[in-house]
């Protein structure tokens, strides 16, 4: 298993573009999740899933969107980015809720100039 | 008041010390407590999950006390490999789904 994959590793983008963070788990997961890690700061909820077709905000939501259209698959789209957007962010996954073990793939660092 | 707070460290210890880092959450009605490691620009590994009556991973051990609302996490006979940032988590309780991390403590083992 290759467990939860992200893609790109690392993006630059410019304010005001658009791109999507890719992230798949070959686990069977029912639930996945994304986070942002700002510098020396826990990391912060942005959305989560609890199964294909269903998505909810997290605590940090703005800015970001996401699907879930499949049980593999979990994209985040950044809408006009934002230099408040520069983090690592983060996909993860788990069996059952989150009181279970979460499986997080290496992160894509995003920097907004 | 932070939801989960850490030191923020670094400990800076020798090989072979005993090393113990306390957490704190506000919330008293939270149920699930981790440890998670983080390696420097790696991803959160699970560490341990923390139960009540105290759990004990060969030289890791964690211990929970719900009166005075922390977590603690010991480590005993040091390695260079332990070195890592170490995240208190404990979930949120207005949402089963919400884990809150805290933004946790460096650990610097020197030869």
């Known amino acids: 298993n290759a467990g939860v994959t992200q893609t790109p590793k690392f993006r630059i983008l410019k304010i005001g573009q658009s791109m999507t963070l890719q992230c798949t788990q070959d686990m069977n997961h029912n639930y996945m999740y994304w986070y942002r890690q700002d510098p020396g700061m826990g990391l912060k909820l942005i959305y989560y899933?609890?199964?294909?077709?269903?998505?909810d905000k997290g605590e940090v939501p703005n800015g970001y969107n996401v699907s879930r259209s499949t049980t593999e698959d979990f994209p985040l789209r950044l809408e006009l980015a934002a230099p408040s957007q520069t983090s690592v962010y983060f996909c993860a996954s788990s069996l059952l809720t989150p009181s279970y073990e979460q499986y997080f793939g290496p992160g894509t660092r995003l920097t907004v100039t | 008041r932070k939801e989960v707070e850490q030191d923020p460290g670094p400990f800076n210890v020798p090989e072979g010390a005993t090393v113990a880092f306390n957490c704190t959450y506000s919330n008293s009605a939270s149920q699930s407590f981790f440890w998670y490691r983080q390696d420097c620009r790696k991803e959160p590994k699970l560490l341990m999950s923390v139960y009540s009556s105290g759990n004990e991973d060969g030289r890791f051990t964690a211990q929970l006390n719900r009166a005075s609302q922390y977590i603690s996490l010991l480590i005993r006979d040091s390695k260079l490999s332990d070195s890592a940032t170490y995240l208190c988590v404990v979930n949120g309780v207005d949402s089963s789904y919400k884990l809150i991390f805290g933004s946790g403590t460096r650990l610097l083992v020197r030869p």
């Open positions: 899933s609890v199964g294909a077709g269903i998505t």
